[in-house]
């Protein structure tokens, strides 16, 4: 079931931009922010959803997208889109979720070549040998240790390729990047990978 929300409809004109109403709620008309809250949170809400799977959690997601939106408003550089900045919050929001998960349905186990020659890492073996079990769970660990080790902006791209399982183009609106720079980025970091297992193996 498709728990998205659908889009306001775009034939109603906002009188005032999302920036001069931002620039009106640090003068102090604070009630001015529900309105940004009324434009945004249904995309937000389906940005979320798309991003982490989960209706419910996206709902709750979005609750802390808009109190950390608030809490640095001050830090918002109106030289820019209020919505890059916006989505990037949203973007981060889940990615923080993602990684408290841990990629605990991930593994290195029997890899798959994927489009461009990507590797797809296969879900943690069920099998009852205990030494099996202890085996998948050392790959794990690697992974998610070579991951961590990555740079923040390659980390963020492999989890939202392998945990939230978003395309390239979805990839690029989340992070706000040309699709060229994410395709680069993303090839970058799996050579990062392969070069650390290559010299953990050597």
Do not use: C, W
């Given at each position: 079931k498709?728990?998205?929300i659908p889009?306001?409809?775009?034939?109603?004109?906002?009188?005032?931009?999302?920036?001069?109403?931002?620039?009106?709620?640090?003068?102090?008309?604070?009630?001015?922010?529900?309105?940004?809250?009324?434009?945004?949170?249904?995309?937000?809400?389906?940005f979320l959803y798309r991003m982490v799977g989960n209706f419910d959690l996206a709902l709750d997601l979005s609750q802390d997208v808009f109190v950390r939106v608030y809490a640095s408003l001050n830090r918002f550089d109106s030289r820019y889109r209020f919505t890059t900045w916006l989505y990037r919050i949203a973007s981060n929001c889940a990615i923080d979720h993602l990684?408290?998960?841990?990629?605990?349905?991930?593994?290195?186990?029997?890899?798959?070549?994927?489009?461009?020659?990507?590797?797809?890492y296969q879900p943690v073996s069920t099998d009852a040998d205990p030494a099996r079990q202890f085996e998948a769970r050392e790959r794990l660990s690697r992974l998610e240790r070579a991951i961590d080790r990555?740079?923040?902006?390659?980390?963020?791209?492999?989890?939202?390729?392998?945990?939230?399982?978003?395309?390239?183009?979805?990839?690029?609106?989340?992070?706000?990047?040309?699709?060229?720079?994410?395709?680069?980025?993303?090839?970058?970091?799996?050579?990062?990978?392969?070069?650390?297992?290559?010299?953990?193996?050597?």
């Open positions: 498709d728990h998205r889009a306001p409809g775009t034939s109603i004109r906002q009188a005032v931009p999302d920036e001069e109403v931002v620039r009106q709620v640090l003068k102090g008309d604070t009630d001015r922010f529900e309105e940004l809250v009324r434009r945004h949170q249904r995309p937000i809400i389906n990684r408290r998960r841990r990629l605990a349905t991930t593994s290195l186990d029997a890899p798959q070549r994927l489009e461009d020659g990507e590797v797809s990555l740079p923040g902006e390659y980390r963020k791209l492999v989890l939202l390729r392998h945990s939230a399982h978003l395309s390239y183009e979805d990839m690029a609106r989340a992070t706000r990047s040309p699709l060229g720079t994410v395709k680069n980025r993303l090839f970058r970091a799996r050579e990062m990978l392969r070069a650390q297992f290559d010299q953990e193996e050597s």
